[in-house]
């Protein structure tokens, strides 16, 4: 299970303890909850102490991010904290995009008009698009956090692929570097990724793939990338020299031409994310792909996105990881609305301004718990508060959303920070 994160009395981090320890400690009064996500308690008469080497992992990922807290005890390295940061890249370009349409539409209708003003703004240098950019800044966001709860003495992070040809010969270059051992490795992993590592035909996941061509090269067909699928030995087989459209799937060519989007962004964040750690001061050690998925067979673990941050790196081949650690699900959902006020299905508004963000000390997002005594909405509800300037919120809960709760029977144990929070059951 996770370890709990602990601070002194100065807010200094110190060692991360056991569950039942820092249960031990809030009974007897010597410790207080300072934080519930990511859980931390808050020592009230310690000040320092001893710490192990403490290292922070990262995977990154463009939808998912792993992240694990590893420490070098006595008998070995031992992940003690895990969380998969899910990120809302894609959700900012709908909203983007969204938003263009919205102003290119308005100056075809009867409004006022609005020059358009795209030819008076630079790019700074290392730009990047608002989507990839909340990429990164939500880890960066964590490490940040991370830091101020845990004694971390070095990082960790999967920064470039694996490359045997470079590897063999360092001095490879040209032609003859895109026809060596790489390019075979490059591609299968390219189809890997593409095709979500199952047979393209039947979806078979757990069975040996082979690099199939859509279109035979006994008829026309080509090495290209759009021309090659994955599939497993029987599917390979019974297709034989028909077209992936005469063998009865005539959507896998439209699906083959499809860009990878997701390593697209990964390789445009991946180095704005190694210099903004190297902000920290701290000991980066950098891994490979390849890397992370042999330290991960070697060690039996599944496909994970926490665990291949477990065992990114050289660092991770040898990390234990109890059975009972569940990650910690963080996904990103922004901070709070820009928008002034609602408006309808015509875009002409129907609500006011808002005029105050906090409400009797609550803001819409906080996390709360309700104990109503009496009346006909008794009893206990825990979830986010959605604030009124009556004073009357609504609270979203796991059964749904109640309505009318006075802010006097809520007591805040979480502040908006701009992510939601849930555990998912262990490595099994």
């Given amino acids: 299970m996770q370890r709990v994160l602990v601070i002194d009395k100065n807010k200094q981090p110190l060692m991360p303890c056991h569950p039942a320890r820092a249960r031990h400690l809030l009974k007897q009064g010597k410790a207080a909850v300072f934080r519930k996500y990511p859980f931390t308690i808050i020592l009230k008469d310690r ?51 969204k938003r263009r349409q919205l102003r290119r539409g308005r100056r075809s209708r009867k409004t006022r008009y609005r020059k358009p003003r795209f030819l008076n703004r630079r790019r700074p240098k290392g730009w990047l698009a608002p989507s990839l950019k909340s990429r990164v800044r939500n880890i960066w966001t964590w490490l940040k956090r991370l830091n101020r709860f845990v004694p971390i003495t070095n990082l960790a992070m999967e920064l470039t692929r694996f490359d045997t040809q470079k590897m063999e010969n360092p001095e490879i270059s040209g032609i003859e570097y895109q026809q060596g051992t790489l390019q075979g490795y490059e591609v299968r992993e390219y189809l890997l990724e593409k095709w979500g590592h199952k047979c393209a035909y039947c979806g078979a996941v757990h069975a040996p793939l082979q690099v199939e061509h859509i279109r035979p090269k006994s008829r026309g067909g080509s090495n290209r990338i759009s021309n090659l699928t994955l599939a497993c030995a029987d599917c390979n087989q019974q297709k034989g020299n028909r077209t992936a459209a005469e063998f009865g799937y005539p959507n896998i060519q439209t699906q083959a031409k499809k860009p990878l989007k997701d390593a697209a962004a990964m390789n445009a964040t991946r180095w704005a994310l190694f210099r903004q750690m190297e902000l920290t001061g701290l000991p980066i050690e950098t891994g490979t792909g390849g890397q992370t998925k042999f330290n991960r067979n070697q060690q039996d673990y599944p496909k994970k996105h926490w665990l291949d941050a477990v065992c990114v790196g050289k660092s991770g081949q040898h990390v234990f990881v109890h059975l009972g650690l569940s990650p910690l699900i963080i996904s990103a959902s922004g901070r709070s609305s820009r928008q002034m006020c609602r408006v309808d299905k015509y875009g002409f508004p129907r609500t006011k301004a808002k005029q105050f963000k906090r409400v009797k000390g609550f803001q819409t997002g906080d996390m709360v718990k309700a104990i109503v005594a009496n009346g006909k ?35 805040p144990q979480h502040r908006s920070d701009g992510y939601a929070y849930s555990f998912v059951s262990a490595t099994g």
């Fill in 47 to 97: 000040e320092g102490g001893d710490t192990q080497a403490v290292q922070v992992k990262i995977d990154p990922g463009s939808k998912t991010t792993g992240i694990a807290i590893v420490a070098n005890f006595k008998r070995g390295l031992r992940a003690i904290w895990v969380a998969e940061l899910t990120h809302r890249g894609q959700q900012i370009r709908d909203a983007l995009l």
């Fill in 377 to 411: 909405k008794t009893g206990t509800y825990v979830g986010r508060v959605a604030v009124r300037a009556s004073g009357s919120f609504n609270i979203k809960t796991a059964q749904g959303t109640i309505q009318g709760i006075s802010y006097k029977y809520c007591q």
